[in-house]
């Protein structure tokens, strides 16, 4: 059972690599299992076609950003106001990592051959968003830094939209990099929505953060 599970996440691993790197229609499974180092046999045992392998490794993908998700936001409702920014910040980062691969593989035309993973996109973020969005506003007025006067519907919907509309950004080619984007539609939504005193941390942190690595 043991050996099982390690090849099949050596396979999932190695095609999860390459399909950010290449996309499905380039992902070749001879080469894959040339770089595993097993036989077309031995993967069609346990994989029975390159649409389940695609499913999975997408599926895979997404609890990976879930946990890290969840990471970053145990920490944040834990911290105090110079934290709640440094881990905000990464939440920021991660986002747009993530946003950014998803976008590489899950196109259009990926879009019409397998529209479930499609649906199961626009329902991940939207959970995303729902799952951390209030409790982070939430934790950001009891430690004052977001105003307590700004509506949450309307921050949701801001921000919701923005998230959904990056793919379609990425999909029309717009040479915007995701990092740059989240960072400087942050400063905008930050500008607004923070009390002044927490202004000058946040600008001054985004600065020395965004860079790094």
């Not at 911290?79 to 939440?91: R, T, V």
């Not at 950014?100 to 991940?124: G, M, W, Y």
């Amino acid at each position: 059972m043991n050996m099982k599970k390690s090849l099949l996440n050596a396979i999932f691993e190695e095609a999860t690599k390459q399909l950010f790197a290449k996309g499905y229609k380039n992902l070749n499974i001879d080469q894959l299992v040339k770089e595993i180092g097993i036989s077309k046999a031995t993967f069609y045992k346990y994989i029975p076609s390159k649409e389940m392998l695609f499913e999975e490794c997408i599926r895979k993908y997404f609890d990976k950003f879930r946990k890290d998700i969840s990471s970053y936001i145990k920490h944040l409702l834990k911290s105090d106001k110079e934290h709640f920014f440094k881990y905000f910040i990464g939440l920021v980062k991660i986002s747009g990592e993530f946003l950014s691969s998803v976008t590489s593989v899950i196109n259009s035309q990926i879009e019409k051959r397998f529209p479930q993973i499609a649906i199961k996109l626009h329902d991940f973020t939207r959970k995303q968003i729902e799952n951390s969005f209030f409790s982070i506003v939430l934790k950001g007025r009891e430690i004052g830094v977001i105003k307590k006067e700004i509506d949450y519907e309307i921050l949701y919907f801001i921000i919701y939209v923005t998230l959904t509309n990056l793919k379609y950004l990425s999909e029309k080619q717009v040479k915007v990099a995701p990092d740059k984007f989240f960072y400087e539609y942050f400063n905008i939504l930050f500008n607004g929505i923070l009390v002044d005193e927490a202004k000058q941390l946040y600008f001054k942190q985004i600065e020395e953060l965004k860079y790094e690595g």
